[in-house]
């Protein structure tokens, strides 16, 4: 019987690889107990603040539509003066957000940490390996104690960023909230209300719902404004109605595993039935006319509308008030009764979140800095600001006090609201994002979520930039032709064709290669 939740193959692998390194945390080594000496600093291994004199650093972030400048953040004022570590931010908004990490590693203009910037698997492979992401395991052996708890408490997470050489390029942010890793499934129960309809259980029920949605004026104002479906920009919506027909999302690409077999669906005939599903709902208008264009603003503007039938997130900030009209429901079953949640994340939800390049003259102190987010203490700094002033403990549970629970005023107060910030999300953190209206929605998907859930996994240097070869033509046609076949814009005649093209792209080579990885995980 196969592991579900060790990467046994894995972890020997990095066991061995720590070892011939001397990475043992055995006390006899004396080299250990010493604090680095760091561009004419010393850091301290434990408590605050981690330097004497204070120490400036320069990290590129990500910042949502929805948060305010990071300076003005109360957890980045208050943790300078706790830690003696002065950040200037770069603040690239999320559109467009890729080009600009891809320009910094391509001109060498590096700042000195990437912070919730979304390494991808292959971007840590290939610019470590190129020499401009450092490797941080020994960092994190020596000045990271929570993070490295949570590796030996979770050890998927460590099998999943590290390589097969033994090297992390980047930690990500860890989630042991299982309501954290997956949106929900909202639709506006008060439409249902009015029109009499029920929660819709399957995908033709639910056709039917969103068809009423579009004409029988579930808001009562007389006009055809009614938006009944609409998910974030892009294939989001493949995703998530993927489950409904049978395809899973395994390794974060698309993925199933049956039996132990590995299998890439893009070119399935699953895959078909459920964008000739999507295409009849563009076509009459049930799906957002504006789901391949609209801006993640926009996007969360539309939950909060009122005008909206259905949509996908993972909690409700962003409909507070109007969060009421919404119930989460379970997915609907498909046309041969398939049921699944397969938008799922692993417990290292966020890989990349965090990133130290080869221009960081304090790397020490920049793992010293970031650890301190992968404690509850930490934690609840970055997520709520100053107790007293923005949160109160009730129970030990740290709460938003009324004037900042608000979808306008908590995203200003903390990096974390927009995604993908390098900390630890746990029960003790989550009062926000998972009330109980959230928890009743996370019940409804629960019977339905996956049994294991594998992280995209980390491949040599060769192997890794093979994949990355292949996905870059494989992934981009996939986006292309689904977006047309969605969007009316190429028949379903041309399927055939489609095929054969992805064969062409050697789409069973890199079946192959999951495969392989899955194997060595397995054993």
């Given at each position: 019987?196969?592991?579900?939740?060790?990467?046994?193959?894995?972890?020997?692998?990095?066991?061995?690889?720590?070892?011939?390194?001397?990475?043992?945390?055995?006390?006899?080594?004396?080299?250990?107990?010493?604090?680095?000496?760091?561009?004419?600093?010393?850091?301290?291994?434990?408590?605050?603040p981690?330097?004497?004199?204070?120490?400036?650093l320069?990290?590129?972030?990500?910042?949502?539509?929805?948060?305010?400048?990071?300076?003005?953040?109360?957890?980045?004022?208050?943790?300078?003066?706790?830690?003696?570590v002065?950040?200037e931010?770069?603040?690239?908004?999320?559109?467009?957000?890729?080009?600009?990490?891809n320009l910094?590693?391509?001109?060498?203009?590096?700042?000195?940490?990437?912070?919730?910037?979304?390494?991808?698997?292959?971007?840590a492979?290939?610019?470590g390996?190129?020499?401009?992401?450092?490797?941080?395991?020994?960092?994190?052996r020596?000045?990271?104690?929570?993070?490295?708890?949570?590796?030996?408490?979770?050890?998927?997470?460590?099998?999943?960023?590290?390589?097969?050489?033994?090297?992390?390029?980047?930690?990500?942010?860890i989630?042991?909230?299982?309501?954290?890793?997956?949106?929900?499934?909202?639709?506006?129960?008060?439409?249902?209300?009015?029109?009499?309809?029920?929660?819709?259980?399957?995908?033709d029920?639910?056709?039917?719902?969103?068809?009423?949605?579009?004409?029988?004026?579930?808001?009562?104002n007389?006009?055809?404004?009614?938006?009944?479906?609409?998910?974030?920009v892009?294939?989001?919506?493949?995703?998530?109605?993927?489950?409904?027909?049978?395809?899973?999302?395994?390794?974060?690409?698309?993925?199933?595993?049956?039996?132990?077999?590995?299998?890439?669906w893009?070119?399935?005939?699953?895959?078909k039935?459920?964008?000739?599903?999507?295409?009849?709902?563009?076509?009459?208008?049930?799906?957002?006319?504006?789901?391949?264009?609209?801006?993640?603003?926009?996007?969360?503007?539309?939950?909060?509308?009122?005008?909206?039938?259905?949509?996908?997130?993972?909690?409700?900030?962003?409909?507070?008030?109007?969060?009421?009209?919404?119930?989460?429901?379970?997915?609907?079953?498909?046309?041969?009764?398939?049921?699944?949640?397969?938008?799922t994340?692993?417990?290292?939800?966020?890989?990349?979140?965090?990133?130290?390049t080869?221009?960081?003259?304090?790397?020490?102190?920049?793992?010293?800095?970031?650890?301190?987010?992968?404690?509850?203490?930490?934690?609840?700094?970055?997520?709520?600001?100053?107790?007293?002033?923005?949160?109160?403990?009730?129970?030990?549970?740290?709460?938003?006090?009324?004037?900042?629970?608000?979808?306008?005023?908590?995203?200003?107060?903390?990096?974390?609201?927009?995604?993908?910030?390098p900390?630890?999300?746990?029960?003790?953190?989550?009062?926000?994002?998972?009330?109980?209206?959230?928890?009743?929605?996370?019940?409804?998907?629960?019977?339905?979520?996956?049994?294991?859930?594998?992280?995209?996994?980390?491949?040599d240097?060769?192997?890794?930039?093979?994949?990355?070869?292949?996905?870059?033509?494989?992934?981009?046609?996939y986006?292309?032709?689904?977006?047309?076949?969605?969007?009316?814009?190429?028949s379903?005649?041309?399927?055939?064709?489609?095929?054969?093209?992805?064969?062409?792209?050697?789409?069973?080579?890199?079946?192959?290669?999951?495969?392989?990885?899955?194997?060595?995980?397995e054993?």
């Open positions: 019987m196969r592991k579900q939740r060790t990467k046994t193959a894995l972890s020997l692998m990095v066991i061995a690889a720590l070892a011939m390194a001397g990475c043992s945390s055995g006390a006899g080594n004396s080299n250990e107990a010493a604090p680095k000496a760091t561009a004419d600093q010393t850091v301290s291994t434990d408590g605050f981690i330097v004497q004199e204070p120490v400036k320069k990290m590129f972030t990500r910042i949502a539509p929805v948060n305010g400048p990071f300076k003005d953040m109360p957890v980045f004022q208050d943790y300078e003066k706790l830690s003696n002065q950040v931010f770069t603040e690239a908004p999320t559109d467009g957000f890729q080009e600009k990490k910094l590693f391509a001109s060498n203009e590096l700042p000195d940490v990437m912070y919730r910037s979304g390494i991808t698997q292959l971007e492979i290939r610019y390996s190129g020499g401009q992401l450092i490797p941080l395991e020994d960092l994190i020596d000045y990271a104690p929570n993070f490295n708890k949570l590796m030996d408490e979770y050890p998927e997470i460590r099998a999943g960023i590290t390589t097969p050489e033994g090297h992390i390029y980047a930690i990500p942010g989630v042991t909230l299982g309501a954290a890793r997956t949106d929900k499934k909202w639709i506006n129960q008060a439409w249902l209300e009015k029109l009499n309809l029920k929660v819709p259980e399957t995908t029920e639910l056709y039917d719902v969103l068809v009423a949605f579009r004409d029988q004026d579930p808001n009562g007389g006009q055809k404004d009614e938006l009944p479906l609409t998910a974030r892009g294939l989001s919506i493949v995703t998530m109605m993927s489950g409904s027909f049978g395809l899973d999302q395994q390794f974060g690409y698309n993925i199933n595993i049956k039996d132990d077999k590995v299998e890439i893009t070119g399935s005939e699953q895959n039935e459920m964008l000739m599903y999507l295409n009849k709902l563009y076509a009459e208008k049930l799906l957002d006319q504006e789901v391949f264009s609209h801006t993640e603003a926009q996007f969360l503007a539309k939950q909060g509308s009122g005008k909206t039938g259905m949509f996908f997130d993972q909690t409700n900030n962003n409909f507070l008030p109007i969060s009421d009209q919404y119930i989460g429901i379970a997915p609907p079953a498909g046309p041969h009764g398939d049921r699944m949640q397969s938008q994340a692993p417990i290292p939800r966020d890989f990349g979140a965090y990133a130290i080869s221009v960081n003259k304090y790397p020490e102190i920049s793992m010293r800095w970031i650890d301190y987010f992968y404690s509850d203490e930490g934690s609840t700094l970055l997520r709520f600001g100053r107790e007293g002033e923005h949160y109160e403990l009730k129970d030990g549970i740290p709460y938003y006090k009324e004037e900042y629970s608000t979808s306008e005023t908590q995203p200003k107060i903390t990096p974390y609201a927009g995604g993908g910030a900390h630890l999300i746990s029960e003790h953190v989550a009062s926000y994002i998972n009330p109980p209206q959230v928890q009743e929605a996370q019940k409804a998907l629960d019977p339905y979520m996956p049994a294991i859930r594998y992280a995209a996994p980390m491949f240097e060769a192997t890794a930039q093979k994949v990355n070869m292949l996905r870059n033509d494989i992934d981009k046609y986006e292309e032709q689904s977006t047309k076949f969605i969007a009316g814009a190429l379903f005649d041309k399927w055939d064709e489609f095929q054969a093209t992805l064969q062409k792209m050697n789409v069973e080579e890199l079946q192959q290669i999951y495969q392989e990885a899955y194997d060595k995980m054993k």
